[in-house]
């Protein structure tokens, strides 16, 4: 596709749903990135993949979020037991390179009710 | 872990008038990339402008430059003649692998 897509764009979760949230980059971008965008503030990173290796998943907040890259394209990150504390949009980004600009999806809408 | 710090959380500005945005960094890298984007409410997220730490002219497109003082760890957006289609959440990011955003500022233009 010509942009970065994220599906679903909006997802109500009841708490303690698991959620999986999905990242198609553009097409041979190497880098891969997720954020955390709360009401109002800057995006937090999350986590960073180079091709499907994870190099940096310093920012995911607790073991309960996982994020994988299996085939180096599509990307999904996984809440488990979701929390109110999980509701944000989350971002995806994905660039071509490691010192490129990224480019970025239209986030999911997370609300854990 | 790099630190990037967006000091003013709102700006106003009159239509077609000039803005500057501040942003900070801290880092320990010589090699790096810093860039401006814009948020408009749709909440895509759209490069303004970016800048290569090696370089040291500064960076402009059209309406948009920065001032970019490597020493200083600094690297300001300049808006000129604004207009009502610069309203948005303006984000400074670093990046030397990953990448780091400040906390944004919101930049409101007056008719």
């Known amino acids: 596709g010509a942009g970065v897509s994220q599906s679903p764009r909006y997802k109500v979760a009841k708490r303690g749903q698991d959620v999986a949230l999905r990242c198609d980059p553009i097409s041979g971008h190497v880098s891969l990135f997720w954020y955390q965008q709360a009401l109002g503030q800057g995006p937090e990173f999350l986590t960073y993949f180079q091709n499907e290796a994870q190099l940096d998943k310093s920012g995911l907040p607790s073991d309960r979020f996982f994020a994988e890259r299996p085939e180096g394209s599509v990307s999904t990150l996984k809440i488990q037991r979701t929390q109110q504390e999980d509701s944000a949009v989350y971002l995806c980004?994905?660039?071509?390179?490691?010192?490129?600009?990224?480019?970025f999806g239209q986030g999911t809408r997370l609300t854990v009710v | 872990a790099q630190t990037v710090t967006q000091s003013q959380p709102e700006m106003s500005v009159q239509e077609a008038e000039t803005v500057t945005l501040s942003c900070t960094y801290d880092t320990s890298e010589s090699d790096y990339y810093l860039f401006w984007y814009k948020q408009p409410p749709s909440r895509q997220m759209i490069l303004v402008i970016r800048q290569e730490a090696y370089k040291q002219q500064n960076a402009t497109e059209n309406r948009f430059s920065v001032n970019f003082q490597k020493a200083a760890k600094s690297f300001s957006l300049k808006i000129s003649d604004s207009q009502l289609g610069d309203a948005a959440m303006y984000f400074c990011a670093y990046r030397s692998y990953d990448m780091r955003f400040g906390a944004g500022t919101r930049l409101t233009v007056k008719p």
């Open positions: 980004a994905s660039s071509h390179g490691e010192n490129t600009e990224a480019f």
